[in-house]
C-alpha cells in the first residue's frame, strides 16, 4: 500500500461545479496534513493546512478523519483558475522529519 | 522578496558527468530539502536538513550527495550522471514541520541525462 494515496484523475468539471478529493494515508501516527497546489510545470505551493476539525477558505474545505486515516479537499463553484493539480501531504515525525506526498490530482475546469 | 532560488533552471547531462544543482533561499529557515518529480508522480524526497551542518537521507537518497555549510544554501550534488536521474528537482525550505508551517519551494531544475 502506498504511503499516501489520492484519487488518480483527472477530473474534468465545468465551472461552477463542486468538486472533492480524496486522500488516504497510512501511518496512522501521522502528525499534520495540507493540501498543495502545482499548476502546470510549476513548482508546489500551499494551498491549505488540515486541521482536525476541518477547516475551510473561501471556497475550499479540508476535513480530516483520523480513524479512517483519510483526508479531503472539496472546491466549491469551481473556476477555471482552479485547473491544477491538487497534492496530499502528510507529515508522519513532529520533531524529526518525514513529508510523504501523494502523487496528486489533476483538476481541468471548463468553461 | 527571492524566497527559495534554484539554478539553473533546464541543464542537459551526458551520462556519466557531474553537476551541482544549487539552492539558496533567504528566509532563515533551518528545514531545507532536495526532491525531485518524475511526470505523473508526486515528489520523493532526496535529502533533507535541519541546520547547518546537519543532513540526512531522504526516500532516495541513492547517487546524490548533499551539504550544508551555512542556513541560507544546500546545494545537491550529482555524480555520475545516468538517464535515471532525468527529472524535474525541487528545493524547498521552513521554518519546521508543525501543521502551520509552510514549505516554500523553488522553481524546480530540469535535468535530462542522455
Known amino acids: 500500500r502506498k504511503e499516501v494515496e489520492q484519487d488518480p484523475g483527472p477530473f474534468n468539471v465545468p465551472e461552477g461545479a463542486t468538486v472533492a478529493f480524496n486522500c488516504t494515508y497510512s501511518?496512522?501516527?501521522?502528525?499534520?496534513f495540507f493540501w498543495y497546489r502545482q499548476d502546470c510545470r510549476k513548482e508546489p505551493k500551499l494551498l491549505m493546512s488540515?486541521?482536525?476539525s476541518g477547516n475551510e477558505d473561501g471556497r475550499f474545505t479540508a476535513q480530516l478523519n483520523r480513524a479512517s486515516q483519510y483526508i479531503s479537499l472539496l472546491i466549491r463553484d469551481s473556476k477555471l483558475s482552479d485547473s491544477a493539480t491538487y497534492l496530499c501531504?502528510?507529515?508522519?515525525?513532529?520533531?524529526?522529519?518525514?513529508?510523504?506526498f501523494g502523487a496528486g490530482t489533476r483538476l481541468f475546469v471548463k468553461a | 522578496n527571492a524566497g527559495v532560488t534554484q539554478t539553473p533552471k533546464f541543464r542537459i547531462l551526458k551520462i556519466g558527468q557531474s553537476m551541482t544543482l544549487q539552492c539558496t533561499q533567504d528566509?532563515?529557515?533551518?528545514?531545507m530539502y532536495w526532491y525531485r518529480q518524475d511526470p505523473g508522480m508526486g515528489l520523493k524526497l532526496i535529502y533533507y536538513s535541519v541546520g547547518a551542518g546537519i543532513t540526512d537521507k531522504g526516500e532516495v537518497p541513492n547517487g546524490y550527495n548533499v551539504s550544508r555549510s551555512t542556513t541560507e544554501d544546500f546545494p545537491l550534488r550529482l555524480e555520475l550522471a545516468a538517464p535515471s536521474q532525468t527529472s524535474v528537482y525541487f528545493c524547498?525550505?521552513?521554518?519546521?514541520?508543525?501543521?502551520?508551517?509552510?514549505?516554500?519551494f523553488g522553481q524546480g531544475t530540469r535535468l535530462t541525462v542522455v
Open positions: 524547498a525550505s521552513s521554518a519546521g514541520t508543525g501543521l502551520n508551517t509552510e514549505a516554500f
Open positions: 528566509m532563515n529557515h533551518n528545514y
Open positions: 501531504v502528510v507529515n508522519e515525525t513532529p520533531g524529526g522529519f518525514k513529508t510523504i
Open positions: 488540515v486541521y482536525s
Open positions: 501511518n496512522s501516527a501521522s502528525q499534520s
